[in-house]
Every structure is written in C-alpha cells, then in structure tokens.
C-alpha cells in the first residue's frame, strides 16, 4: 500500500531503534505514556516494544473512546433502544461494551433492540430519513476527531427539518483528560510515579492543532511529540522525545507534521464550537469525574440533543471494586498487576475500561502481548 | 365446446416475475412442479430422478477406508457478491470441508429454506450456480429438500448442503497432529471472501473490486496427496479466518506457531479495504483457501505441489511449529517486531481511531 508500508519499513525501523538505543542514558529511565490508543495498536501490533531499550517504557494513556465511556452512558444508550424503540445507530466498536447487569448493545439487539452499526455519522443521517415513522438515534461517542462528522449531521438534521433524529452525545475532550492525569498527586508528587513525557495524539490534533499541548508541556514540564499512529511515527516519536528528556526540554513538537499544523483544523473547530458546549464535569470510565472534560449540544440544536428529549438522567455505575483501570491509566500500574487480569477480567468477559476494546492497555496487552508476560520485568521506579 | 382442453396441462413456472409462495413448500402440486422445473432439471442426475426420499448410492470403491461426512448451513448476506453467490458457495463449503479431511468428495444432499415472497428469478439463479458449481466439481447434489417459511421469518433463502467423501485407507489428516518443526503452508492470498461481502454489504464501493476466491479445492488437495509429502492437517480457514484456524490446532496439537507476516500472501486491495476499515486480514474469511502443516522434509515438495495448481499458485510458506505449553500462535511482524495472534474475540469489529 503505497503510503503505508512506507511507515511500516522494517528496515528504517531497525535503523530508529539503533538511533533510540545510542540516545538514552544508561542508568536513567524513561517513562513515555502514549496517550491514544491508535498508538497503543499500533505499539502493540507491530511489537514496537522488542525495539526498545530496556529503559524505556511504554505507559498506555486512557486514549481510548470506547473504554473511557462510562457504564452509565451505554445505559442510556440500551434503554432507549430497548425501552423507548428507538433505531439506535452506534459506531462499530461501542457494540460489545459490557453495561448494567451483563447487558451491550449487541445483546439487546438479539433481545429485540434495533441497535444498527454505521460506519459513519452520515450513515445514522440517511438511516433517521429513511423511516421517517421511527425515532433514531446516533450514539455519538469519540474524541476530537469524530465530533465534527457529528456537528455536521447535527446542523443538516436541522437543515432539513428532521422530526424524527437526535444525537446522544459522549464526545470527550483529550487535553482535559492529559491535564487531569498530569495532575493527580501520584504523578506530581516526585517519584512517585515517574512520567516523563508524552506521545502526543495522532487524528485528534489534526483537528485541535499542537497548540493546546503547550500550557501543560510548560506547566507540568513534561515534553510532547505528536505522532502519527504509524510505527516508525512512534518511533521517531519515542526518540525525539528522549532527547528532550536528555536535554532536560519540556516542549510541544510535532513528528506528524505531514497532517498536524499548530492551529488545527479551524473550519472544524468552528464548526464544533458552534453545536457543541463543553460540559462542566463528565465521569471517564477509569479516571472518575474530570472537568470540562466533554461536550453536550448547544440549546440552539436541543431538539437533536437526545438526552434531553428522552429527559434521560445520568446514573453513575460503579466498576468492579477490584478493577485497577484507574492506576492502570495513570500509568502507576501495568495490566499484569491487576489481580483480575487474564483471570476474571478478558476481552471476552471485560470488568474493566482498559479490557473493553482492542486499544485499551489490558486488552492490547492480552491480545498481542500477554506472551511475554512471565519474563516480564517488575516495574521499576523512578531514578 | 368452445376450446380444447389440453391433457395433462400445467401452466409452466413464471420464473421471470414470479414468487416463492407458501404452497411452493406444502408437498402439493406447486411444490412438485417447482422441484420438476428448477431443481430437477438444474441438478439433474440419475440419483436425483430416481425420485424416491432418499437417494440410493452404490457402495463404496474399496473395502478398506473410512467415510467422511461433513454438512454446512449458509446463510450469507448479501445472496450475490463479486465472485459467486450463496448457490456455488453452498457447494464450495461443503466439498472444502470433506477434502481437508483428506478425502475423495462423492455426493452432496442439499436442503433449501426459502421465504415466502422470494424472487423466483433469484432462486433460479442461485440453484443454476449451485448446479453449475457441482457439475465444475464432479461432485453431485443426489438429494434435497425444500421447505417455504412465511414472509419476515427467513432472509430470503438459507441453504444447507451435506457432503459425503471416502477416505482412502491410511490417510489420517487431523488437527491433533501437528508437531514441533512441522511446517505450515497457506494456499493463498488471505481475506478475499469477506472483504468482497462486507464491501457489498456496507457498501464501499471499493476501487478495486475485490472478488471473491469461492472455490472447491478438492483437486488441489488430490495434487497435494499425489505429491507423497507427509501432510499432517489441512483446513480451510473460513470464519474467522486464518488466525482462528490457526488456533484451533495450536490448541488440538498443543502447540505453539510462529508465523512470518512478510510470508503471507494478501492482495494489495484487500490489505488497503482491511486498513481503511480497521480490520485485520488474518481474521477475515476465506472461502477458497487451505492451511496444511506438514514435516519440515517434506514442505518444499508439497509447496512445489501446491504452486502446479491454479488453486495454489499463490501458495507460500508461512511459518512453523514450535513446543509451547501455552499453545500461542505468535508472528514476526513485517515491521521486526513480534506479536500474538489471539483467538478473536467475539466479532471484529471497526475501530474508530
């Protein structure tokens, strides 16, 4: 695939690897969460970890949409396909997503629910003008890059005068939940947890732009490499910021520079701004409450918002006690550490966020690397 | 009088504008006529027009031997798909699954459920393929059935086809039997089959219009026999594709696989519908390939073997067995890296970023 394996050359990998291994200090550690779960895919996929030195680490970042929805929103979702007969649209990954007492989506498709996968915004659109008797929804979930498909169905669903469309909108925001890991007080408290820089997003900045990393790379003095989600981008990625860590620099650069400019994409930023409002607080499977972590439609699009026109009420659902998701995202923990993992806790019977899809920490260390698990070193601290 | 009555008369099927109606499965008159001028005359053979319940079939060639029966439902959506249709790969299925036991396909029964208000013209099409792929293959459809289900309770048309093989004395083909050093070999280019139906199905028009690779491969499993190699298992990854097949011996032969990505055939335009979909190909569906482990001694031989027929000309060495009490199947990625193919939980599914 042209364009592609360019990004997958076996070859210029080995090289970067060489380049990573002549860059870190021996006797320093370096402690690298990628916040995205593409890049946790990738990682995982293409066993980027059997290129890296020993001192350094991979932390995976709670950068994946479908794990971070809480199960309380999947209720929502299930009790309007199964309880008000709504034809419910949902991207396909949010599918399988464990809820309330066993319940998915899927399940309550074979319960009778119309639960339908799209495989774009659009798609849920020209499903709601094809049965203009039935109610539909779309189940909006995603980070920055799926909200502006969303902004756009929303303000043709008004263009055209749709009775019977609404959106259930979960889109999160990714510098709030960078910030709100940033400042937890393991990781500010010295030493406790060592986090020493950040793979910055792929996609979601192609729409936000480079700009919104620069406060928090300079309050929190941690250095940013916006990456695409390709591995020689991790790669480069990985040794372009363990020569800041070296240089002792905490700056924003960016590797993805073919797709991501400083001030992001403004029509769509535009565009976003003008449907959507940002949400005071928003529970994130895993992390909790986090501040003006998410967006909910504007009054002026309210007929299209579909939890106000269920009148649908938030119910936090609590994970299993057990669950380490929370340090597992904050990278305190890895997934081997959780008394659950591989045991209680599978891709097939998920308890927690980070087992729910393919790009949670537990799940891609399940699925693709779960067979180095027992010569698996003991996480190390911080020099 | 006005008007002779024509003796015997039946007003032939409207196969043009017609439909399946319930008296099509009520074993009246309708149902006989369907029989007599699609099925009939489409599969025709001498089993088939004995007429009776059953069909009566001569012994089997050798005294000594083993029968093998293998049976397959289909229920493929969309009915038509670049490459075949539900007809011929009813067919396929079914002489796949007697051959990568090894043996000798013989006969097919097959059973119809349709649902009433079924395009007749759409049957016809389905049951001329189905036809046409059986008399390809040489294998007969020497009995069948059909039954008519009422309109919304059946998606058009459901097939299921039974095939009936003989295995000649001393060939023992099994998932249980592969061995540390054993080698694997894959026939082909992989994902082909469900990249064709889900493009149709959703709806992509793909640029390049990936085909279907339905096809029986009874012929090429009797090349791979000739050859003398010592072959331990063959399969034909269907649902799930090759990482599940792989699997499943990894955990009947208990034992671990490495695969080599660089070494496995994927057509360009699969592998770019795969990546724009966020799917991976090694969990995609085949329809026309087959997997087979067979002595480390013996892999260049049998490659050989594979690559001489039409069916195998892609064929290529994939990787290779190893001890491993965790019955991991892992894989050299393209990139250098290493990593597990997992069992594939529930149904892939796109990822959105």
Redesign the interface.
């Known amino acids: 695939?042209k364009y592609?394996d360019e990004f997958?050359?076996?070859v210029l990998?080995?090289n970067l690897?060489a380049s990573i291994a002549a860059a870190v200090m021996p006797g320093r550690s370096y402690n690298l969460m990628e916040f995205?779960?593409?890049h946790t895919?990738a990682i995982?996929?293409?066993?980027?970890?059997?290129?890296l030195p020993d001192n350094v680490r991979m932390i995976h970042g709670p950068g994946c949409?479908?794990c971070v929805l809480p199960i309380g929103r999947i209720d929502h979702a299930i009790a309007l396909a199964v309880e008000r007969g709504v034809i419910l649209c949902s991207?396909?990954?949010p599918?399988?997503v464990p809820a309330s007492g066993g319940a998915s989506l899927?399940k309550s498709k074979a319960r009778g629910g119309d639960v339908r996968?799209v495989?774009s915004a659009a798609a849920a659109l020209d499903i709601a003008r094809a049965h203009p008797q039935r109610e539909v929804v779309f189940f909006a979930?995603?980070?920055e890059?799926?909200t502006p498909p969303t902004a756009v169905i929303i303000k043709q669903a008004q263009a055209a005068g749709l009775k019977n469309f609404s959106v259930l909108c979960n889109h999160v925001l990714t510098p709030a939940a960078i910030n709100h890991i940033l400042a937890s007080p393991e990781v500010r408290e010295y030493g406790t947890v060592p986090l020493d820089g950040f793979v910055g997003p792929a996609?979601?900045s192609t729409i936000i732009g480079s700009r919104p990393y620069e406060p928090f790379a300079a309050g929190f003095h941690k250095p940013v490499v916006i990456a695409g989600f390709e591995?020689l981008d991790v790669m480069q990625a990985i040794l372009m910021l363990v020569r800041q860590v070296n240089d002792g620099r905490a700056e924003v650069e960016n590797e993805f520079f073919r797709a991501v400019t400083r001030d992001g994409n403004r029509k769509a930023q535009a565009l976003v701004a003008e449907v959507f409002e940002v949400r005071e607080s928003f529970e994130w499977r895993g992390l909790g409450e986090v501040p003006d972590s998410a967006l909910r439609i504007r009054p002026a699009y309210a007929t299209f918002d579909a939890e106000r026109r269920y009148g649908l009420e938030y119910v936090p659902v609590p994970d299993n006690r057990a669950c380490e998701c929370g340090v597992i995202l904050r990278g305190i923990k890895r997934p081997e550490d959780c008394k659950l993992f591989g045991t209680a806790c599978t891709?097939?019977n998920p308890l927690g966020a980070c087992m729910v899809?393919?790009?949670g920490a537990c799940a891609a260390h399940?699925?693709?690397?779960?067979?180095k698990s027992t010569d698996m070193k003991t996480q190390g601290t911080a020099a | 009088m006005s008007g002779a009555v024509r003796k015997d008369y039946v007003r032939p099927i409207d196969f043009k504008h017609g439909c399946v109606d319930m008296t099509h499965g009520s074993g009246g008159r309708a149902m006989a006529q369907l029989i007599e001028e699609l099925f009939l005359r489409a599969f025709d053979n001498d089993y088939l027009r004995q007429g009776n319940d059953g069909a009566l079939l001569p012994p089997p060639p050798a005294a000594a031997g083993r029968m093998v029966l293998a049976t397959d439902a289909h229920v493929v959506s969309p009915l038509f798909f670049p490459g075949g249709d539900i007809g011929c790969l009813s067919v396929h299925g079914t002489i796949n699954d007697v051959a990568v036991m090894g043996a000798r396909p013989l006969w097919l029964a097959a059973s119809f459920i349709l649902e009433e208000g079924f395009p007749l013209a759409d049957l016809q099409r389905i049951v001329e393929s189905m036809a046409a792929a059986a008399r390809d293959a040489g294998v007969p459809v020497v009995t069948g059935d059909t039954k008519v289900v009422e309109r919304g309770k059946g998606d058009g048309i459901f097939i299921t086809t039974t095939g009936f093989g003989w295995l000649t004395a001393g060939i023992d083909w099994r998932g249980d039997r592969a061995e540390e050093g054993d080698v694997i070999l894959l026939s082909g280019g992989i994902g082909e089959h469900g990249m064709a139906i889900l493009g149709q199905r959703?709806n992509?028009a793909f640029d390049a219009p990936i085909v279907s690779d339905t096809a029986a491969l009874h012929e090429l499993v009797a090349a791979m026999q000739a050859s003398g190699a010592a072959i331990r298992c063959l399969r034909d990854p269907t649902r799930g594709g090759l990482a599940t097949t792989l699997n499943e011996i990894a955990r009947q032969s208990h034992v671990g696989m490495l695969l080599d990505e660089a070494a496995i055939p994927l057509q360009?335009a699969v592998?770019?519908a795969c990546?724009f979909?966020g799917l991976?190909p090694l969990y995609v569906a085949n329809e026309g390939k087959l997997v087979a482990i067979c002595a480390a001694a013996d892999a260049d031989c049998l490659l050989a073997a594979m690559r001489a027929h039409p069916l195998g000309a892609q064929a290529a060495r994939i990787g290779s067995v190893h001890a491993d009490p965790?019955h991991?199947v892992?894989m050299?990625?393209?990139?250098?890296?290493?990593?597990?193919v997992?069992w594939l939980?529930?149904?892939q599914?796109?990822?959105?970023?």
């Open positions: 695939m592609i997958r050359d076996g990998a080995k690897a995205c779960g593409g895919h995982s996929r293409y066993g980027l970890n059997d290129y949409p479908v991207y396909g990954d599918l399988r899927l996968m495989y979930i995603g980070f890059t799926t996609h979601v591995p891709p097939e899809s393919s790009e399940y699925t693709y690397g779960r067979y | 959703e992509l360009p592998a770019a990546e979909l991976d965790q991991f892992q050299q990625t393209r990139f250098g890296g290493k990593r597990m997992d939980n529930g149904e599914l796109p990822r959105i970023c």
